[in-house]
């Protein structure tokens, strides 16, 4: 028979082994878990990542990372932050929601708390609207349930169809609760084409008119972006009540890339292949990229975009 001391001290390890392994900081050490209460951003290593990884964005790095750090350090926010970002394909938006999912969850788009919907992949159907808001609804619903620090990234706004983002309303709007769900600590960001071609002019009339693109600031372009979302059909925010009840913190402008950017990209892709800085390459990648107005010849058309594969046929030089 055992004696009655070891089994109380077989029962004594095993409890404090159970207590141990099932500790948050051990548990969360091999399982992502969700922040915790009072969890914050790390302001310098953001803007550091912002500073050597996106390029040309002067209004984009300084409006995102003082909004970001805002609703980090207050503790009880009125709502969720949402972020819409706007401007031409490769202008760096994908890339800048990814760093700033990063500094929520480490995981980045691979964690199981940052949420990715793509418009024509997950919305393509126009006669499936009412079942897409149902299931919208359904999945933030559950997703902020699980973890209030969520993050959902609506990118293609441009290609979704009129209506169907506002079926997120109640969850980005001034409430405490929506059945006894709080969405104040989550935060949404909108990726979209549109009213790239309003935010070139104005870059264009800056340049025109001899005046650096930092002068510009976010009371050049932030109106003038809303409105003319608001009325553009093809933004997935036409006659939106999220633009009409103002519940989307920042329209965040992003300007066309000139030929320097284009190589700082050049030069920044060559570094992550662990390769050194061929600058003969570098122009060589920025020779081959398309530039407009037909003229001056100032912005790229594609941002950084093709940047990848036009440098792949270059490695070997």
Request: hydrophobic residues 40%; charged residues 20%.
């Amino acid at each position: 028979a055992l004696e009655p001391l070891s089994v109380g001290l077989a029962i004594g390890v095993a409890s404090a082994l159970t207590g141990y392994l099932s500790h948050p900081r051990f548990y969360c050490s091999y399982v992502e878990c969700c922040p915790s209460a009072g969890h914050r951003f790390n302001a310098t290593a953001l803007k550091v990542q912002l500073d050597t990884k996106l390029f040309g964005q002067h209004l984009a790095k300084d409006v995102v990372l003082k909004a970001v750090m805002g609703f980090s350090n207050n503790p009880s926010p009125k709502k969720p932050l949402t972020l819409s970002l706007h401007g031409w394909a490769g202008t760096g938006k994908n890339f800048l929601s990814q760093i700033l999912a990063e500094h929520v969850h480490p995981a980045g788009l691979r964690s199981k708390f940052v949420h990715l919907f793509l418009a024509t992949l997950h919305f393509p159907h126009h006669d499936q609207l009412k079942l897409y808001k149902e299931q919208l609804q359904n999945w933030i619903r559950g997703n902020v349930s699980a973890c209030p620090y969520s993050v959902f990234i609506f990118d293609e706004m441009d290609k979704m169809h009129p209506g169907l983002i506002d079926a997120i309303k109640p969850f980005l709007d001034y409430y405490e609760h929506v059945d006894r769900v709080s969405y104040r600590k989550a935060i949404f960001i909108f990726l979209s084409n549109a009213g790239g071609d309003l935010i070139n002019k104005a870059a264009l009339d800056f340049w025109t008119s001899g005046k650096r693109r930092e002068e510009i600031q976010l009371k050049d372009l932030e109106p003038m972006l809303s409105v003319g979302v608001f009325n553009n059909k093809n933004s997935g925010l036409w006659h939106s009540s999220l633009i009409d009840r103002n519940l989307i913190d920042y329209f965040v402008p992003f300007l066309p890339l000139e030929h320097k950017h284009v190589k700082m990209c050049v030069r920044a892709e060559m570094t992550a292949r662990g390769h050194a800085v061929d600058e003969r390459v570098v122009q060589a990648v920025a020779d081959e990229m398309t530039f407009f107005p037909k003229e001056q010849k100032i912005y790229s058309d594609k941002g950084c975009k093709t940047v990848q594969a036009k440098l792949d046929i270059h490695e070997d030089v």
